[in-house]
């Protein structure tokens, strides 16, 4: 079903981009971005003039574009976190509890804490790359902040993400080794245009520091995340879902109000990189 899906979605967008383009055929180049829907099967609950300045473009005056769109936003402390993770990872058949991203557990929302058993804070774009901590702005950014279980986190730690590894207690499917950290195949994709909207968001204004996607597993505390073939591989592998979908829409009605450009429009990863 993501063969299927992954097709649909860059036919449509392949065929947007040749009409606004008048060509009768597909590029072989980078894909130009519209400002329309990536998919006809995507429900559409943002206004298209929210990327208005981006149609048009590609590679590096498209990642500008979005990055002028995306910096437009409400910035959280570190505390109101833990309410806004209760909010956008909701378990869509238990109200009650939230779903982790790497292990995919439900788990009870009252059990957010730094206890085993518990659920916390994960940066997806681990927070010493960069070295920003939980400085408002990258370090409380919810588009790369996720409920995980403590110890889960422990063992993903600061790792780039690659493909590989073994597996270990509540994994759900995720794998790690010495140096790198594989999450489950229902959320690489999500993993993936987390990345990249961070690598866009944070250009190395406001104090911080410029993160950028590049093709190493041993970034250490330098504000690089890899690998760059194998994210834009499980852009292309896991498409967004519902879940990804109302989470992206919940962040920008009720929190942020900025979006993740990726999660509405995933062949801009193949634009930009």
Known sequence: MLAIRTRRRKAVALATAAVLAGLAAPSLAATPATATPAAADATADYDPAYYEDAAGKTGGALKSA????????????????WDALKVTDQDPADSGNVILLYSGISRAKSL?????????????????????????????????????????????????????????????????DADSFEPRDAVKGDVAR????????????????????????????????????????????????????????????????????????????????
């Open 112 to 176: 957010n804490g730094g206890d085993t058993g518990d659920w916390n804070r994960e940066h997806v774009w681990a927070k010493s790359h960069g070295d920003f901590g939980t400085s408002t702005g990258p370090g409380t950014d919810l588009h790369h902040l996720r409920p995980e279980d403590v110890r889960v986190n422990s063992v993903r730690d600061n790792k780039d993400f690659d493909n590989g590894g073994s597996g270990f207690t509540d994994a759900g499917g995720s794998l790690t």
């Open 66 to 81: 979005l990055h002028t769109i995306i910096s437009d936003q409400t910035k959280l402390s570190y505390a109101a976190v």
């Open 194 to 273: 987390m990345i990249f909207y961070m690598a866009v968001r944070y250009e190395g204004g406001e104090g911080f520091a410029d993160l950028e996607v590049n093709g190493s597993v041993d970034n250490g505390s330098d504000p690089y995340m890899g690998r760059l073939d194998v994210l834009k591989e499980w852009n292309d592998q896991d498409p967004p879902d519902a879940f990804e979908e109302r989470r992206n829409q919940v962040i920008h009605d009720s929190y942020q109000h900025n979006r993740n450009p990726f999660v509405d429009h995933p062949e801009w990863v193949e634009a930009i990189w």
